[in-house]
């Protein structure tokens, strides 16, 4: 089964600072890719999802971008974080022709 | 949006009783899925049920589903402490393509007492 890694765990930044987070898979092949974001006691919000190397879409409108320049890569960046942009970021993949979602373990983001 | 609201928000048990949460959800699906997340950690799928499909069960798990009231239920039966965790449905609603657009709601906290 798939196994999705995902660093840093955890990371302090400040306003307007830049930001990079790393998602790679394992155990798979060509698989869908997503982006979500989980506010403190919430629901994960759909941010971006990826079907291809430079296949990328955008589900909210913000300051964050996302780009998969491998096939099992996915990377999320900002130029200039926002206090906003505080929250638990969480990657995830599926099979083609799978439902089910397998998820990384999160980077926990607190932008001060 | 939130597609998918769950009820309750918490929920407290003494181990050994069973556990149900619901979801209410607003659209057309083609299948209702649920996850489990334990603090701080990313999620797990547990169960999903198509809609066409109006129960499921997996193990100690058992899912309904009425498309004609938007709803579902999953049943924890014989909790056990190692079960306290947040729990979430999540709709795919996507039309086409193979990327699963999935739409969470906002989870029931569940804690399980020895």
């Known amino acids: 089964s798939q196994t999705i890694h995902q660093w840093p765990a955890t990371l302090v930044q400040p306003v307007g600072s830049p930001l990079s987070l790393e998602c790679t898979v394992e155990g798979t092949s060509n698989p869908n890719l997503y982006w979500y974001r989980q506010a403190a006691g919430r629901g994960l919000q759909l941010l971006f999802y990826s079907v291809g190397i430079g296949q990328i879409s955008s589900e909210v409108p913000q300051n964050l971008s996302a780009s998969r320049p491998q096939d099992r890569q996915f990377i999320l960046s900002s130029k200039k974080l926002l206090l906003s942009d505080s929250g638990f970021y969480l990657c995830?993949?599926?099979?083609?022709?799978?439902?089910?979602?397998?998820f990384g373990p999160g980077t926990r983001l607190t932008v001060t | 949006s939130q597609q998918g609201e769950e009820d309750p928000q918490a929920l407290s048990i003494q181990e050994g009783e069973n556990a149900t949460m619901n979801c209410s959800y607003k659209?057309?699906?083609?299948?209702l899925q649920w996850y489990r997340q334990n603090s701080g950690r990313g999620l797990v799928h547990l169960i999903l049920i198509r809609s066409n499909e109006r129960e499921k069960h997996s193990g100690r798990l058992r899912v309904t589903l009425d498309t004609s009231k938007k709803s579902s239920s999953l049943l924890i039966t014989a909790s056990r402490a190692a079960d306290t965790a947040s729990y979430f449905c999540a709709t795919d609603d996507s039309s086409s393509g193979s990327a699963r657009q999935l739409t969470f709601g906002s989870g029931t906290q569940l804690t399980v007492l020895p």
């Open positions: 659209t057309s699906i083609n299948n």
């Open positions: 995830a993949c599926n099979d083609r022709g799978s439902y089910e979602q397998y």
